[in-house]
């Protein structure tokens, strides 16, 4: 199983990124993504379900969009009108379906500078 992030990078605040991820090795009932800043508990950034669902943060809502399709094992993560409090690792994640294991990718750094 294997989910390849791309994307991320540095950017002023107030300016947009797009992370994407491609999964392979498992069907997935949901893709999403959860980021990580320094001395924090990794948390749930937005995530898309197989019936197209979404859920985000209270944080990113309207700000970051999630998209998929998830029956193409894809899923983006579009950031607008990023904050310096959105720095962070980020991680693309996937839930199998079936075993409802999870499955993380390696992790990209997004940095937002005031």
């Known amino acids: 199983v294997q989910l390849q992030a791309s994307g991320g990078g540095s950017v002023q605040a107030g300016g947009s990124l797009n992370l994407s991820c491609a999964a392979s090795?498992?069907?997935?009932?949901?893709l999403g993504w959860y980021r990580q800043a320094p001395g924090k508990q990794r948390e749930l950034v937005g995530i898309?379900?197989?019936?197209?669902?979404?859920e985000y943060a209270d944080s990113v809502k309207g700000r970051f969009t999630v998209s998929g399709p998830t029956f193409k094992n894809t899923v983006s993560l579009q950031m607008n009108s990023l904050k310096v409090e959105d720095t962070a690792v980020y991680y693309c994640?996937?839930?199998?379906?079936?075993?409802?294991?999870?499955?993380w990718g390696q992790g990209t750094q997004v940095t937002v500078s005031s």
């Open positions: 898309i379900f197989s019936d197209d669902s979404v």
């Open positions: 090795g498992r069907i997935f009932s949901a």
């Open positions: 994640y996937g839930r199998a379906v079936v075993s409802n294991k999870n499955f």
